[in-house]
Every structure is written in C-alpha cells, then in structure tokens.
C-alpha cells in the first residue's frame, strides 16, 4: 500500500535522536555531578546544545557561590581560609580534566615541558565576573598547563576555582582583599611548601609568594607578584624587584626559579635595578616577538574604560636555570599571549592579557 507522506529513509530516526539526548543527557551530568532530570531540563531549555547548557548550569552556579562567600552583614564572623587546598569538596566538579573524547597521550617530548599560565585576572572588577572566571577555566583546558600564576583574586573568585578546577592544587597569598595565587597541575607537580614574603613598605597590601616544588625530579621554586601599580610608584617597585631578584639570585644552584606576575615594571626601572647572572626575562630570550610584547593594551581590550591609549608590558616572565653540574637546565622554547578573544558577554577574561610559556629541559 502506497504511502502518502515522506518515505522512512526521509525523516530522522526517532531511535536516533533519543539514543543522542540520553548521550547528551549522560555527559552533562558527568561534567556537572547532576542528575538525568537537570540534565534534560538544561539541555531542552538550550535546544540541546551543550556548550550553551553548561554554561548557564556554571554561571547559576558560579552566582550562588559568590553569594555565599561574601558577608551578608559586617556582623558575620570572619571565615579562616587554608593557604592551601588539599582536598575539594564533595560538591565539586573538575572544569579543567581531560574529558574521555579529548584525552590524547601526548609525545614524550611534550610530556617532559613544563608549561605556565600566568594572568592577572582583575578579580577587582566585578562586572560579569561569573563568565569570566569561567572563561579562565577554559583557557585551563584548553592549555592545560602545569603552572599557573594567578593575580587580583579575591575570595569568591578562589572559592569558585577550588570547586571547578579541582585537578590543580591551590595556593594563596592572602586572605582578605586581593592577592595573589599559584595553581598546580596536581598530576604533574609535586608541592613540597610555600611561604608569603612580605614587602615592608608596600601600600597596596602586595608581597611575594613562593612555593617549593619538584616536576619531573626536577627542583623548582615558583615565585609570584603584583608589584605595586602606578607610575608614581616607581620606588616602591623597585624596592620590590630587588626582594625577588635577591631570592632568585640566593636559591640553591641545584634549584630552577621561574617568577612571573604582573610586575607594572618599565623598562627603564629593571636597567636601574639589573638582573642577576643567570636570570633572563623569557620575552627577551624568546627574541622580542612583537606579538606577546604589549599584556596591558588598552588599544586592543576595552575591558577598562579609559580615555586614552596605554600599551605596556606591565606582565613579566623571569627564569633562572639551575646551574649544578649533572642537573637538568630549563629553558624557554615558546610564548604566546592569552584571553584576546571576547566572551559572550563582550568583554574579555582580564583586562590583562594572559602569558603562556613553555619550557624544556636541557
């Protein structure tokens, strides 16, 4: 009997179609640590895409977390926070592992580098700040970088990061207000301990944090900073580079330091200060490649409101190699800056550009 409507071979399966949202709905609750009912509800309300059911399932999220961390009243007891998080919660789901679809064996050359992010992510400005930290996330997947140097955090922001990248150890260097943080590829890197060093004059609450750790049997000391900001300050900052020069230039020759953060320096204040022996900035090795010069460009990132052109490389990258006999040498085989593509909101990560290196062994 002949049939008056499209043959079967014309319309989609409906086998198909169920078997693909089950799919769907298994791995977004994979990802998110939901339930099968959530999933549906997301997914349906977003036409099954993924990308854009996740990141409204994150933003939610992203909001009740900065809502419970901050006070609701001056009232509210201070909360204690560790320096280091060694254990996530319960509640935690990992935005920065491998998926199954994505996890490939990478080359032994490439699993011998050691790679760094380091970014200041002006946790100050609060303005679309959800996707934004979510945003740092995907760079963190996308990188998956071993080493990260985080500044202008503030407490929701660390909250947010202990919770959805829980693949990486977390260090602070604060409580209140902002600070800095160092962000460790638990797989890779072994944290062995850390200490905050002060700057005694400082009058933005900066200091220096550094973390004691091996990678691949290799002895590292990581060192970040947010140097004191503004052009007036020039004195400060320098007073400060001298502590970080001084405890690069005293570590152990057996040790490898690498230092980066958002230094604020110009030029002319690091020829006044000099560099230790030894000590290389990873832009200059690299060649000066014009593309990674300019990490605070107002030119090009219009996160910051401001009626004038300002390009600077205020972001830093210094490494000094181990100099012992016998013991393996880093050194920097590639740079490249991050974050330059807008987000859904139409702002960028940071107002800062991110700088991503690699290193090898030598």
């Known amino acids: 009997m002949a049939s008056n409507g499209a043959s079967d071979s014309d319309k989609p399966s409906v086998s198909n179609v169920e078997r693909s949202r089950s799919r769907l709905c298994d791995e977004f609750a994979s990802l ?6 959530v999933a549906q509800c997301y997914l349906a309300e977003h ?3 993924m990308e854009r059911a996740l990141n409204s399932f994150f933003e939610a999220d992203l909001e009740k977390v900065f809502e419970d961390d901050i006070p609701n009243s001056e009232t509210s007891p201070p909360k204690k926070k560790q320096k280091v998080e060694e254990k996530p919660s319960a509640d935690c789901i990992d935005l ?3 998926s199954p679809a994505s996890t490939r064996k990478p080359s032994d050359e490439d699993d011998n580098k050691l790679s760094l992010i380091s970014w200041n992510v002006d946790g100050l400005d609060t303005d679309n700040l959800g996707e934004r ?9 996308l990188y998956t970088p071993d080493v990260v140097f985080l500044q202008e955090l503030i407490p929701p922001y660390v909250q947010y990061l202990k919770k959805r990248a829980v693949s990486y150890l977390i260090i602070e260097g604060g409580e209140d207000g902002y600070f800095t943080g160092m962000m460790l590829k638990k797989t890779r890197v072994r944290f062995l301990e850390s200490e905050i060093v002060s700057y005694p004059t400082t009058q933005m609450m900066r200091n220096l944090l550094v973390a004691q750790v091996t990678f ?3 002895k590292l000391c990581l060192m970040t900073s947010h140097l004191e900001s503004c052009k007036g300050q020039a004195e400060e900052r320098m007073k400060q580079l001298r502590v970080v020069t001084h405890r690069m230039r005293e570590a152990p020759d057996d040790v490898t330091v690498l230092f980066g953060g958002d230094t604020n320096l110009r030029d002319a204040e690091v020829a006044k200060v000099g560099l230790p022996s030894g000590v290389c900035d990873v832009w200059e090795r690299l060649g ?3 593309h990674c010069r300019y990490t605070w460009d107002t030119k090009a990132n219009n996160n910051k409101k401001v009626p004038y052109i300002s390009r600077c490389r205020f972001d830093r990258v210094y490494l000094r190699p181990a100099a012992k006999d016998g013991v393996p040498r880093l050194a920097p085989d590639h740079m490249a800056l991050v ?4 987000l859904d909101c139409g702002r960028y990560t940071s107002d800062h550009w991110g700088i991503y290196c690699s290193f090898s062994s030598a």
Do not use: H, N, P, Y
């Open 32 to 37: 998110t640590g939901s339930d099968s009912g």
């Open 47 to 49: 036409e099954w895409e």
């Open 96 to 98: 920065t592992g491998d």
């Open 133 to 141: 930290a979510r945003g740092l996330c995907s760079f963190l997947v």
């Open 216 to 218: 691949k049997d290799q």
């Open 288 to 290: 000066k490649q014009e």
């Open 339 to 342: 974050g330059l593509e807008k």
